[in-house]
């Protein structure tokens, strides 16, 4: 079936402008996280989402960043007045929800959106 | 706070030689760990997870890797290296919601 679909693949700004990317999700899947690679760096977790919950924005740098995310639908990462340290590659992941005692259901990632602030 | 360490951000190996990515985990009960690699400019894939069933856990591509609770480790093996092997790996643990990931280890498989 159809994995995480992220759009777009790459987008290159300039300093100071707004951007907006898009995850769509595996449909059923209820939890959807992102994350941000910087180059040659590990995962750091931005913010989780889970159905209709209070999202866990724990991870989110600045209050530049945003995310939305309607139901179990599609979700769009916000960045306001990019700078250059915002240069990544983001990423989306969704999995099921995990029930309590229940097996541990794993992430699926999107290949990404690489980010390039000039 | 659960956390998972990976000890090399590099590793090379010749094709055709075992493969050692090791890891190592933090956690105050018992953890699901999970691997996964990645290839360049693409997302995640899971290689195999741990969920306190059989603690040596078999994935795709020829990967295993053991769960050792006495060493807190989380060893990722592969008997024999092969080229499309060449990319990044991440051990990873989850808690009660969140996933948790390690800086990831390169591996680079020489001809």
């Known amino acids: 079936g159809a994995g995480v679909s992220q759009s777009p693949s790459n987008k290159v700004t300039e300093k100071g402008k707004d951007v907006e990317l898009r995850c769509d999700p595996i449909s059923g899947h209820t939890a959807l996280y992102w994350y941000r690679q910087r180059l040659g760096q590990g995962l750091e977790f931005l913010i989780y989402?889970?159905?209709?919950?209070?999202?866990?924005k724990s991870g989110l740098p600045s209050d530049r960043f945003s995310a939305e995310r309607t139901g179990e639908s599609v979700s769009t990462l916000t960045i306001q007045r990019t700078q250059q340290e915002d240069s990544a590659v983001y990423l989306c992941a969704s999995s099921h929800s995990r029930r309590a005692g229940g097996l541990i259901s794993p992430l699926h990632f999107g290949n990404g959106t690489r980010l390039t602030v000039t | 706070a659960q956390s998972v360490t990976q000890l090399d951000s590099h590793v090379s190996v010749s094709e055709g030689t075992p493969v050692l990515l090791r890891c190592n985990y933090s956690s105050s009960y018992s953890p699901s760990l999970f691997w996964y690699v990645q290839h360049p400019n693409k997302g995640l894939q899971l290689l195999l997870k741990?969920?306190?069933?059989?603690?040596l856990v078999k994935g795709i591509n020829g990967f295993e890797a053991e769960f050792k609770k006495s060493e807190t480790s989380f060893h990722l093996t592969k008997p024999s290296a092969h080229m499309s092997d060449a990319a990044e790996y991440f051990c990873g643990t989850s808690g009660t919601y969140k996933y948790i990931f390690g800086t990831g280890t390169r591996l680079k498989v020489l001809a």
């Open positions: 989402f889970q159905g209709n919950s209070a999202p866990d």
């Open positions: 741990y969920t306190s069933a059989a603690t």
